[in-house]
C-alpha cells in the first residue's frame, strides 16, 4: 500500500452508509434503485431513517419481457404504480418522478436541474446514483443520471451555483455509488435481502413476469452478490458502494484506488 493511499485512509477515510439521516436514492428507471441497493433501503429503514427514491424516467420503452402489447403511455402508468408498490414494500413511502423520457431522450442539462431541485426539497445528508465510471455499462439513463449526480454532489453546497440551477443549496456530506465495479464500502444486510428481492420480484411484473430469463438471472444475481460482499466485509450477507465524502470528491485521485 502506498503511503498517499495509507494516509488517505487514515486522514479521510470513506463514509460509511448507515452514518447519516436523511438519503435521497436516485434511480434511472422504476427498479434500478431495488436492483442497486435494495437490501440497504430495508436495512436503513429499520433503522429509522429517513429515505426519498428519485425516479428519473418513465421506463416507456421497457417492453422486451411484456408478451401482451401495451402503449408507451400505458407502460409508464403501470411501471410508475409498480414503483410506489416496490418502494413501499422497502418501507419508502416518499416517492418522487421526474417523468423525462427512457432512452435519453431528454437535456442533460434538464436532467441536472430536475435533479437539483429535489435535492433543494428533500435536504439529504447522502445521495445515492448508479456509478457512472464503469467499463461495460452502456444504456443511457445510467450514465446519465450517475454522471449528473456526480456533477452535483460537489456543487449542492455552494449557494451561487444551486442558484443559477434554480435550487437552494444543500450541505451534502457524502455521495454514494451502486451497480459500480468499485466498491470501497459494504453495508451489511443480513436478514433484508429477501425483503429486497419481494420488493423487486412481487411487484416490478412488467419487467419481470414469472418464467423470463432476466427474473431468474438477476435474481441469482442478486442472490451471489449479497455473499461475496458479505464474505469480504465479515457478514452473511452485504451490498456494496462506491462511497465518496466531500473531501473525497475534488483534487484527490487517490480516492480512486479504494
Known sequence: MGLTKL???????????????????????????????????????????????????????????????VSEEELVAIRKDEAIRSAAALGVTDVRFLGLSDGGFYDFDQLVKEIAAVISSFQPDVIFAPDPAPESECHIDHLNVGKAVRTLAINTSIPGIMKKLGAEACPLKAVGFYMTAKPNVYMKTTGFLKKQLSALFD?????????????????????????????RSFHLTAEGFRMLGTVHMHCLPEAELN
Open 7 to 69: 494516509a488517505l485512509r487514515f486522514a479521510a477515510p470513506f463514509p460509511k452508509v448507515q452514518s447519516f439521516e436523511r438519503y435521497l436514492f436516485v434511480g434511472p428507471h422504476p427498479d434500478d434503485i431495488e436492483i442497486g441497493a435494495g437490501a440497504t433501503v430495508a436495512a436503513l429503514r429499520a433503522q429509522g431513517k429517513s429515505i426519498c427514491f428519485l425516479i428519473c424516467t418513465d421506463g416507456r420503452y421497457g417492453t422486451v419481457n411484456i408478451k401482451d402489447a
Open 203 to 231: 411487484n416490478h411484473l412488467s419487467q419481470y413476469p414469472q418464467g423470463c430469463t432476466d427474473r431468474n438471472s438477476i435474481q441469482l444475481y442478486l442472490k451471489l452478490r449479497a455473499k461475496e460482499f458479505g464474505f
